[in-house]
C-alpha cells in the first residue's frame, strides 16, 4: 500500500492569519448546504498524538463561515492536517488545524460551520472536541516523514515568492475558485496593491455567502502596516463585505485592535497561509488553474498496521 505524506511544486527549486476562516455575518444553518470533504480517511492516514494532539469545548454561535472543513486552536504552533472528534458522539472529520490568537476572546476552540455541521453540533450547544494530528500508515519514522514535507513546503514557499505580481493575483484568483467561489477583477481597494479580486459564491454549489473583497499585495512589498490596515477596514464597513489581504512578507505586529461593535472581518494572509490555502484545496483546482503552481504527490511505502 502506498500513503500519502505530502505535496511538492512539481519543477521547482527549493490577526487570525492564514486560510480565509472568518464568519459571514449570516445564521443560517448550514446543515441545507453542506458538502463536507468526506469521512475521516483511515484507510491511508492514522491518528498521531505526537504530532499533535488538543481538546476543548466548542460553543458554535451558528454564524456561517467560509466554505471548508477547519478548526483554530490556541495551542497550534504551525497549520496542519488534522482528525476533529467530537468527543461526546465519536464523529469525526479530517480537516485543517489553523493558530488561533491567543489575545482573542471567546472559546478555546472554533469550528467552521462546515466543520460543526459534519459533526453534528448544534448552534449554542457547548460541546467537547479532541483534535489529532494525521501520519501516513507505514514505518517510516516522524523525523523521516517531516524531512521530506520540510522540503516541499521549502520548494513552495521559494515558488511563490518568486512570482511576479501578475502571476500572484492568477494563483490567489485560482484559489479563490478552489474553495468554490467565483472571481472576477477590479480596481485595489487601497492604494499600492495589486488588481483586486472580488469572490462570489457559486450558485450552484447551494452556498449563500457574501462576496469576499480580496486585496493582493506585491510579492516584495513591506508588511502590511497600520494606516493600510484601517483604511481597508474603513472601506469593508461601508460595503458589508468580507475582506482579505494577501500579504506575503506578512503584517506588523502592531496592527491596530478594532473597537467591539466593528462587525468589519478582515482576513490576513501570509505566505504560510497561501500555501495552506493552495495544498487544501489544490485537487478542486481545474486543470488550467493547477497549471498555474502543478504539484506532485510524494509517497511513502506502508508497511504494516502501523
Known amino acids: 500500500m502506498l500513503g ?26 448550514p446543515l441545507d448546504v453542506l458538502t463536507p470533504q468526506g469521512p ?6 492514522i491518528r498521531a498524538p505526537e504530532v499533535f494532539a488538543a481538546s476543548g469545548t466548542v460553543l458554535w454561535n451558528g454564524i456561517r463561515t467560509t466554505r471548508g472543513i477547519w478548526v483554530a ?3 497550534a504552533d504551525r497549520s496542519r492536517r488534522v482528525r476533529i472528534v467530537n468527543s461526546e458522539t465519536g464523529a469525526e472529520i479530517d480537516g485543517i488545524l489553523y493558530r488561533r ?12 460551520s462546515d466543520a460543526a455541521a459534519a459533526l453534528a453540533i448544534s448552534a449554542g450547544t457547548p460541546t467537547s472536541v479532541a483534535i489529532f494530528g494525521l501520519r501516513p500508515t507505514g514505518a517510516t519514522s516522524v523525523r523521516q516523514r517531516r524531512t521530506v514535507e520540510t522540503r516541499a513546503e521549502a520548494e513552495l514557499a521559494s515558488h511563490i515568492a518568486r512570482l511576479d505580481d501578475n502571476s500572484l493575483v492568477q494563483v490567489v484568483a485560482a484559489a479563490m475558485r478552489g474553495m468554490g467561489y467565483a472571481t472576477i477583477f477590479e480596481p485595489s481597494l487601497v492604494n499600492g496593491a495589486l488588481t483586486g479580486i472580488r469572490a462570489y459564491p457559486r450558485p450552484d ?26 483604511r481597508l477596514r474603513e472601506i469593508l464597513s461601508q460595503s458589508g ?10 503584517f506588523e505586529g502592531t496592527l491596530p485592535s478594532a473597537p467591539k461593535s466593528d462587525f468589519v472581518h478582515l482576513e490576513l494572509v501570509d505566505l ?13 483546482l ?9 504539484l506532485r504527490p510524494v509517497y511513502f511505502l506502508a508497511a504494516g498496521k502501523q
Open 4 to 29: 500519502l505524506a505530502c505535496l511538492a511544486v512539481a519543477g521547482c527549486a527549493e490577526p487570525q492569519r492564514g486560510g480565509f476562516s472568518g464568519a459571514a455575518r449570516s445564521n443560517i444553518d
Open 40 to 45: 475521516a480517511d483511515t484507510s491511508s492516514l
Open 73 to 75: 486552536h490556541q495551542k
Open 101 to 112: 490568537d491567543n489575545s482573542g476572546s471567546g472559546d478555546q476552540v472554533t469550528l467552521s
Open 205 to 230: 454549489l447551494g452556498y449563500d455567502l457574501p462576496s469576499i473583497r480580496v486585496t493582493v499585495r506585491p510579492a516584495s512589498a513591506d508588511p502590511m502596516d497600520g494606516p493600510e490596515y484601517t
Open 241 to 250: 463585505d468580507l475582506g482579505a489581504v494577501i500579504s506575503l512578507n506578512g
Open 272 to 284: 504560510e497561509g497561501l500555501m495552506n490555502i493552495w495544498l487544501t484545496h489544490y485537487e478542486r
Open 286 to 294: 481545474s486543470d488550467p488553474d493547477k497549471a498555474l503552481m502543478p
